[in-house]
Antibody, heavy 117, light 105 residues
């Protein structure tokens, strides 16, 4: 069965970096783009961008240009999100989601990142 | 494209017909999807391309609309439909609406 399994929760200090992984299984990884979505505590969903899993080319939403990097370990069917110079407002749950013909049909379970001094 | 969902909070009874609204700031050309998110869970795709039901989703969920105005309808509310519902456009970039929280009376 198709699954996206994300790495575990993270507790970081402001200024540090974090790398979140999203391991796909049950389908051909390079056939579907991978998107990233942020959800701050008690807030709605915010689209961060996506990565072409065939070419490795990332595309970032305007609010996520600069400190955010999408990458792949294609041989391991894994997409990664790295956030550098963490700020308090980066505290959120980060989801990976597989893009299909009309939407995001499979989602990871989410990773809670807490930034606190 | 900005998406405005209304109402932000909706309280309804089991068995009610429920309608949620999503309005775009520009023409979305039917590239609109709906997601359901239950507390503590990842979102789930319900409807894509305005009115196509995702595999495995109960038929009490339906979508309609065109241009800038779209609707998600639950024909007969079940208690397990307690969730927040988000619309999402993929016509011009990608944007989520702010969500409608559905409460069961």
């Amino acid at each position: 069965q198709i699954q996206l399994v994300q790495s575990g929760p993270e507790l970081k200090k402001p200024g540090e970096s974090v790398k979140i992984s999203c391991k796909a299984s049950g389908y051909t990884f390079t056939d579907y783009a991978m998107h990233w979505v942020k959800q701050a505590p008690g807030k709605g969903l915010k689209w961060m961008g996506w990565i072409n899993t065939y070419t490795g080319k990332p595309t970032y939403a305007d609010d996520f240009k600069g400190r955010f990097v999408f990458s792949l370990e294609a041989s391991a069917s894994t997409a990664n999100l790295q956030i550098s110079n963490l700020k308090n407002e980066d505290t959120a749950t980060y989801f990976c989601a597989r893009s299909s013909y009309g939407g995001f049909d499979y989602w990871g379970q989410g990773v809670m990142v807490t930034v606190s001094s | 494209i900005q998406l405005t969902q209304s109402p932000s909070l909706l309280s309804a009874s089991v068995g009610d017909r429920v309608t949620l609204s999503c309005k775009g700031s520009q023409n979305i050309n039917n590239y609109l999807a709906w997601y359901q998110q239950k507390l503590g869970e990842a979102p789930k795709l319900l409807i894509y391309k305005t009115n196509s039901l995702q595999t495995g989703i109960p038929s009490r969920f339906s979508g309609s609309g065109s241009g800038t105005d779209y609707t998600l309808t639950i024909s007969s509310l079940h208690s397990e439909d307690l969730a927040t519902y988000y619309c999402y456009q993929y016509n011009n970039g990608y944007t989520f609406g702010s969500g409608t929280k559905l409460e069961i009376k």
